[in-house]
Structure formats: C-alpha cells, structure tokens
C-alpha cells in the first residue's frame, strides 16, 4: 500500500452518543481526570501498561495527550478520546494500534471511565473504529486482545462482532506474578460483492 503518511485520516468520529477525537494539546487534565477515578479497574487487566501501571501526574497526563497526537499524525498508533458531546467530559478512549501497514492490520484497544460503565459507550466506539479502520486505512484484519477473565471486554467482542480465535494459556505475568490466560479476537474486512451476472468458475 502507499506510504501511511499519505493517508487523509479524518481526527474525529461521531456516533450517536459519543463523539470519539485524537488528543491534543490542552486535554492532559480532562484525561487525568478520568484516569485517577479509574485506575483501579485499569489495573486488574491492563495493569501492564506503562500509564496504567504509574502514578499518573498533570504533567504526565498532558504528555501523553501530546505523544498521543504526535503518533497520530506519524501513523505509529491511533487514540481516540471519547468524549460526551455536549460537555466534552472524557468518558474513556478508544484506539487502533499496532498497526501492521503491509498486510494493513491493527488491533482495537479500550477503556471506559469507571463511573460510566455498563451504559454501552464502550460497544458503541468499539464499533466505530471498526468501521474506521476498515473504511479509512483499508485494514483487511481488526484484532482484539483481553485478558481471558476480563468478562467485561470479552461481551463486548461478542457485541460488535468479533470471533474468538484462541485463546493463549499463560501467556503473560501480571504484575502481582500470577499467570494470565490472554483471548485473540478477530473481524475481517468483509469481500467485496460481485458484480451482478459474473460467472462463477466451472
């Protein structure tokens, strides 16, 4: 494919509820906000990842906003805020990454402010950059990766569409030592229609 650098990616995704944008500039307190309330839930299944596992900061906040836009605009991962339309109060993030431009891949990651979950923000964005990445970067491949006890996650690949691959047994300490079992999700891009009245080979 071409240079992924050339890709005209749109910065911002609305859906019925929520509006999902890249981080910028000047969103280090919002996303602080809703990270301290809900780093205790983070931690029992993404616990590590470098910003769940530290103690986040204002200043620590911000930079990561700001790296976020960074590899945004460099391609090398694509976060997206998910945002409360009228208040722009952050309900959680949502993101495509790992990208793999060759085959083009990514994986669907998520997490969902404490206080607003189980009102179904996360399916709904998890559906969003499905679609985005399929439409937008030509992905022909959506993974999605969860801890095989975070129940949570695993309804909502099975809400959006995903099919369980495998599962990996032991796969990754957690930090407090134990072994943990980690679920491959997949969606593939759907083939294109046929054209009406192609013959199919004998």
């Keep these: 494919m071409a240079d992924p650098l050339l890709l005209d990616l749109p910065d911002a ?17 919002a996303w602080f906000d809703a990270l301290r309330e809900s780093l205790p839930e ?10 769940v596992a530290s103690d986040p900061t204002p200043e620590s906040a911000e930079v990561h906003c700001r790296t976020a836009q960074a590899n945004f ?3 090398k991962d694509l976060l ?7 208040s722009g109060r952050v309900l959680g993030a949502g993101g495509l990454h790992r990208p793999v ?10 997490w969902c ?4 979950t189980g009102r179904g923000y996360v ?27 975070n129940l949570a996650s695993r309804r909502v690949a099975d809400r959006v569409g ?27 891009r759907a083939p294109a229609p046929e054209p009406a009245g192609a013959s199919k080979p004998s």
Excluded: N
């Design 113 to 116: 402010r404490t206080s607003c």
């Design 101 to 110: 431009w060759s085959t083009p891949k990514v994986e669907v990651g998520y």
């Design 13 to 29: 995704i609305r859906t019925s509820r929520l509006v999902l944008r890249t981080p910028r500039a000047g969103d280090g307190a």
């Design 162 to 188: 995903f099919a369980l691959e495998g599962i990996l047994r032991h796969e990754r300490r957690a930090p407090d030592g134990s072994l943990r079992d980690t679920c491959i999700y997949a969606r593939l």
């Design 123 to 149: 399916a709904e964005a998890v559906a969003a950059l499905v679609d985005y990445a399929f439409a937008h970067l030509d992905a022909v491949r959506v993974e999605l990766v969860t801890d095989a006890e």
């Design 73 to 75: 605009i460099a391609r």
């Design 80 to 86: 997206f805020l998910m945002l409360e339309p009228t």
């Design 42 to 51: 983070l931690r029992r299944h993404l616990g590590w990842l470098p910003w």
